[in-house]
T-cell receptor
Framework: EDQVTQSPEALRLQEGESSSLNCSYTVSGLRGLFWYRQDPGKGPEFLFTLYSAGEEKEKERLKATLTKKESFLHITAPKPEDSATYLCAVQAGVIQGAQKLVFGQGTRLTINP | KAGVTQTPRYLIKTRGQQVTLSCSPISGHRSVSWYQQTPGQGLQFLFEYFSETQRNKGNFPGRFSGRQFSNSRSEMNVSTLELGDSALYLC?????????????FGPGTRLTVL
């Protein structure tokens, strides 16, 4: 069964203090790994898609990387507006074209000013 | 381009009732997936529709059903509501032209069952 585990569950940082969030996965036939940001009471907002080990993508203060077993979301010099829950999800499976995502439990990130 | 829209945004129902939620995907997107989000279980996949056909289904009871119309809009229905059905129901759409296509989420419908 496909599984995604995120750590830590919660993380508090000071503004400007860089850190990384971890997403470990166990799937058969990875088709894509996705990072989303979710603010309270809202739907997940897409950040990145990674497809193969070694791939990296960046957007403002965020950088996502992928290995064969895990992905990291690096946050450089975060600001209070980066506070949110960050969700990792994988798409895998045997049904060709199916869009099912399996999500981790998320990391709740708080950036203090 | 308009994003995924969901209606209604909030619903309050009582046990035993049924409810229908609606989702309009991004223009041109043919795949619509539904997810349930609760504090205890996180985001869980309900089902996916593509070209009016259910292509994949999660581990939820038969009380949860859905359909997709020819314009790609989708509805999900929950019959005989239980207290545990209280959750944020999220709809996501994608082009589904290739595997690994990005899914874009709507704002969700918050369902409260009393």
């Amino acid at each position: 069964e496909d599984q995604v585990t995120q750590s830590p569950e919660a993380l508090r940082l000071q503004e400007g203090e860089s850190s990384s969030l971890n997403c470990s996965y166990t799937v058969s036939g990875l088709r894509g790994l996705f990072w989303y940001r979710q603010d309270p009471g809202k739907g997940p907002e897409f950040l990145f898609t990674l497809y193969s080990a070694g791939e990296e993508k960046e957007k403002e203060r965020l950088k996502a990387t992928l290995t064969k077993k895990e992905s990291f979301l690096h946050i450089t010099a975060p600001k209070p507006e980066d506070s949110a829950t960050y969700l990792c999800a994988v798409q895998a499976g045997v049904i060709q074209g199916a869009q099912k995502l399996v999500f981790g439990q998320g990391t709740r990130l708080t950036i203090n000013p | 381009k308009a994003g995924v829209t969901q209606t209604p945004r909030y619903l309050i129902k009582t046990r035993g009732q049924q409810v229908t939620l609606s989702c309009s995907p991004i223009s041109g997107h043919r795949s619509v997936s539904w997810y349930q989000q609760t504090p205890g279980q996180g985001l869980q996949f309900l089902f996916e529709y593509f070209s009016e056909t259910q292509r994949n289904k999660g581990n939820f009871p038969g009380r949860f059903s859905g359909r997709q119309f020819s314009n790609s809009r989708s509805e999900m229905n929950v019959s005989t509501l239980e207290l545990g059905d209280s959750a944020l129901y999220l709809c996501a759409s994608s082009l589904a032209l290739a595997e690994g296509d990005t899914q874009y989420f709507g704002p969700g419908t918050r369902l409260t069952v009393l």
